[in-house]
């Protein structure tokens, strides 16, 4: 037990599945593992643990923005010693090649959270993807024919800005999509000496202002759960 996971000991697998959203994590569960049991419901934040063609595997919700997914990542890898945690969730694009339904792997995240700037004194940490999980989940992406792109992401503290354009800076240094978690999931894992990945889905654009119906975002967002699960347990 730790003060945001009600599980027991034992209880969470070693490669565990993070969706912003906790009914994500009940959709995956329910979707993709064999005999999912619920193993955590403080706040909400639903977390499940199953198998996976034959391997335990484990979704835990971790809430929207840094701040809430870094209470999470923090007790899975020092409370409940978990060793691969992806993070499955939705991006907006920021590049006019980058199209909605397409999958991006953040090979890296920029952020403009302050997350670092404390810890380090005021130098600069790049957050980075474990490379061998990286690798493997572009192979299966590009096997199975998914629209992939690998490469710098953001992650920002706000949702709403006050000044739309100022993504336009990170767009002409190439960075391909904003999403809010990454850059933790990143840094604790260097810390930890843990293996992390950030597998997304563009669900909107800020360039060409692109949508998608529910209904096709819900079969792209499968496809991406599918890679992050064959990519961690090696399907
Ligand atoms: O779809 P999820 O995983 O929640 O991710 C994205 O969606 C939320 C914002 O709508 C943020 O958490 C952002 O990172
Ligand atoms: O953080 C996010 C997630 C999806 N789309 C966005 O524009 N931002």
Not at 52 to 63: A, D, H, L
Not at 91 to 111: E, F, K, M, N, P
């Amino acid at each position: 037990m730790s003060l945001h996971l009600n599980a027991e000991p034992g209880q969470i697998a070693e490669t565990v599945l993070l969706p912003g959203d906790p009914l994500r994590a009940k959709h995956i569960a329910e979707t993709f593992f064999e005999n999912p049991v619920l193993h955590n419901t403080v706040r909400g934040m639903h977390g499940y643990t199953g198998t996976y063609k034959g391997q335990r595997v484990s979704v835990q919700g971790t809430g929207m923005g840094i701040a809430s997914s870094m209470i999470y990542v923090h007790e899975l890898i020092t409370g409940y010693g978990c060793k691969q945690l992806i993070r499955v969730g939705t991006a907006g694009s920021y590049q006019a090649h980058v199209h909605v339904r397409d999958i991006v792997l953040a090979q890296a995240a920029c952020t403009d959270s302050n997350i670092n700037n404390v810890r380090f004194g005021h130098k600069n940490f790049a957050p980075i993807a474990d490379f061998e999980l990286l690798l493997r989940a572009y192979q299966i992406a590009r096997e199975r024919g998914h629209t992939t792109h690998v490469g710098n992401i953001m992650s920002s503290d706000t949702f709403y800005q006050d000044q739309f354009e100022q993504f336009q800076q990170w767009a002409q240094f190439g960075v391909l999509a904003v999403e809010m978690e990454a850059a933790g999931l990143y840094t604790l894992a260097a810390k930890h000496g843990v293996k992390a990945l950030t597998v997304l889905t563009i669900s909107d654009h800020l360039v060409t202002h692109e949508e998608t119906t529910a209904e096709e975002r819900q079969l792209t967002f499968n496809a991406m759960i599918e890679v992050a699960l064959d990519a961690a347990l090696g399907g």
